[in-house]
């Protein structure tokens, strides 16, 4: 008979079919939720006698099926017929719309799914819905809390059978998977076959939307979040929501998990120990994991890794907006809030926000003035370890690292390398908006500012803004009339190191400033630029009340007095009031019978 006559039970629910009544009738439990086989031992309940036998294989240990190739055991005939299949490499089930193949037919039914985007299976707690009935199982796990699976030399307990299967491992160090290329070893098969991917380049997840192509489907689901901006992970205690897994659980523990394990030097404590054991590396100065290029050493093995990504020019990481490509991935999430505006970290103090996170804290220490990073040999304090590093070198005076053109010594690595920059007019920083480009990434964000008007830093005296810290310092000295750049000639101070090099000048009578028409020479360029006005009779500084044009604004400004009546410049004698400073001293001179 073949498969065109055969006779087929339909489900009417959800259209599962069957060959045998009886097999549709136990399907229909499943929908009816009428499940009247309960377990003895852990009285978990089954809608069909069958599927508690299996169960209870569990309790007593009982493996009937045993493979001849790997000697692996299974309690049922049907999972060691779909476990042969592995050895044969047989992939009998073909989907009609990719032609991937697969070796059991549930596998291509799941599949078949992410083509239809069908999801039949649904949370009752939370309505989510799912195309798998495992990951329903274990998602409402999440709303009970239940982990059924217990490790037996720890007695630890996992929410998934696979979890307490890597866990084994870690009791018995056993990692039976190895690369045949690197002969890396691996606790899970997909491991393996996910780290072959690396040798083979190959990426066989691609978006439907743009064709990016991916080595892993998870990477793959998470990029496809992108593209609908979604977030499928909620918080049930303060409804925060989440794109990635990994962000929602480790938000989860903030509300759930208790900071066990403290630190003895600095009492910061935290969830896993592993993450106090790779802390205390900070205080031993410990670093284990060293580059076989350079020899850098570094105290985690994921900074090692991303430092090898350096040498390799590697930047697997890529802006769909801009395509800026980044080595790694923190990089591209900070980056991506340049072009959303993205600012998630908020001062409680003052309520200013930050778009990543480490700014925020340093922002925090000006509230408290704290200052955690001393100097062994001075003891002067500091807010930031970075600033406490280059203040070190004032005491040594190195600076290890030099120029092989101009031979010029900097105290950074970074800082030779934007140097260098400077050689090879390398410009790496580009602007999204005007597509201007910069060697530094810093130059950047400064000039971004430029585009978006942003003024973070504020004065506390009078409230004005300012783009850049600098600008702000300086503005500073206003209020507290700091002139710390004195003139060695004459003792005259200023309040800005450009000033006081301009004012060098009129001793030194150096007039770097030349005009190429008359070849007239000039202390500032601003000078020359306003000389050169007379040449090219450009009056650039109009009058809105008489329409006069003046070669300079400082004209102009005078002029205005004219309209406004306003005087200035006043006599201390006989208090008379004069528009111009000019003015003020040739009428002075009648008092003094100049």
């Known amino acids: 008979m073949n498969d065109s006559n055969k006779r087929y039970f339909a489900c009417n629910t959800c259209g599962q079919k069957f060959n045998e009544k009886r097999l549709l009738k136990n399907h229909f439990h499943a929908h009816t939720e009428l499940k009247q086989y309960s377990c003895d031992v852990c009285h978990e309940d089954f809608s069909v006698q069958s599927s508690l036998n299996v169960h209870f294989r569990k309790h007593t240990n009982e493996e009937h099926f045993s493979c001849d190739v790997c000697r692996s055991k299974f309690s049922r005939k049907v999972n060691l017929n779909e476990h042969l299949r592995t050895h044969a490499n047989e992939k009998s089930y073909s989907c009609n719309a990719c032609g991937k193949s697969f070796s059991h037919k549930v596998s291509l039914n799941r599949h078949i799914r992410t083509h239809t985007n069908e999801k039949p299976l649904f949370c009752d707690v939370c309505n989510k819905r799912f195309s798998q009935n495992g990951n329903l199982k274990r998602h409402l796990r999440t709303h009970t809390n239940e982990k059924p699976f217990s490790c037996d030399f720890c007695y630890k307990d996992f ?8 866990h084994l491992y870690t009791h018995t160090n056993e990692k039976p998977f190895s690369c045949i290329i690197c002969h890396k070893n691996f606790f899970r098969k997909n491991d393996l076959n996910r780290h072959l991917r690396t040798h083979t380049n190959e990426k066989p997840y691609s978006c439907d939307v743009c064709h990016k192509s991916f080595s892993r489907s998870s990477n793959l689901n998470q ?9 499928s992970y909620s918080c049930d205690a303060c409804g925060k929501t989440f794109s990635h897994k990994s962000a929602f659980n480790r938000h989860i ?3 759930t998990e208790e900071k066990r394990f403290s630190c003895d030097e600095c009492h910061k404590t935290f969830f896993l120990k592993d993450h ?13 994991y060293s580059c076989d290029v350079c020899h850098k050493s570094f105290s985690q093995k994921g900074d090692l890794n991303r430092h090898l990504r350096t040498h390799k020019n590697e930047k697997p990481f890529s802006c769909d907006l801009c395509y800026k490509d980044f080595s790694r991935n923190s990089d591209l999430i900070r980056h991506l809030r340049i072009h959303t505006n993205e600012k998630p970290y908020s001062c409680d103090v003052c309520h200013k926000r930050f778009s990543v996170k480490s700014n925020l804290n340093r922002h925090i220490r000006t509230h408290a003035n704290e200052k955690p990073f001393s100097c062994d040999l001075c003891h002067k304090n500091f807010s930031q370890q970075s600033s406490l590093k280059v203040h070190l070198h004032t005491h040594t005076n190195e600076k290890p690292f030099s120029c092989d053109i101009c031979h010029k010594d900097f105290l950074w690595k970074n800082q030779l390398n934007l140097h260098l920059r400077t050689h090879t007019n390398e410009k790496h920083y580009s602007c999204y908006m ?12 400064k000039h971004l500012r430029i585009h978006t008007k942003e003024k973070p830093y504020s004065c506390d005296v009078c409230h004005k803004s300012f783009s850049e810290k600098d600008y702000l310092k300086v503005h500073l000295r206003v209020h507290t009339n700091e002139k710390p750049y004195s003139c060695d000639v004459c003792h005259k101070s200023f309040s800005q190191k450009g000033d006081l090099n301009r004012h060098l000048r009129t001793h030194k009578n150096e007039k770097p400033f030349s005009c190429d028409l008359c070849y007239k020479d000039f202390s500032r360029n601003s000078s020359l630029q306003r000389h050169l006005r007379m040449h090219y009779n450009e009056k650039s500084f109009s009058c809105d009340v008489c329409h006069k044009i003046f070669f300079r604004k400082d004209y102009l400004k005078v002029h205005l007095r004219v309209h406004t009546n306003e ?7 006989c208090h008379k009031n004069f528009f111009q400073k000019s003015h003020l001293n040739r009428h002075l001179g009648i008092h003094t019978n100049k």
């Open 223 to 231: 990029h496809l979040q992108i593209h609908t901006n979604e977030k």
């Open 253 to 255: 523990r903030a509300h």
């Open 159 to 166: 929410s998934e059978r696979s979890s307490l299967k890597v």
């Open 434 to 445: 005007c597509h201007k480009s910069f060697s530094q990434n810093g130059s950047l964000i």
């Open 276 to 288: 106090l054991k790779v802390h205390l590396r900070v205080h031993t100065n410990e670093k284990p």
């Open 567 to 573: 005087k200035p410049y006043s006599c201390d004698v």
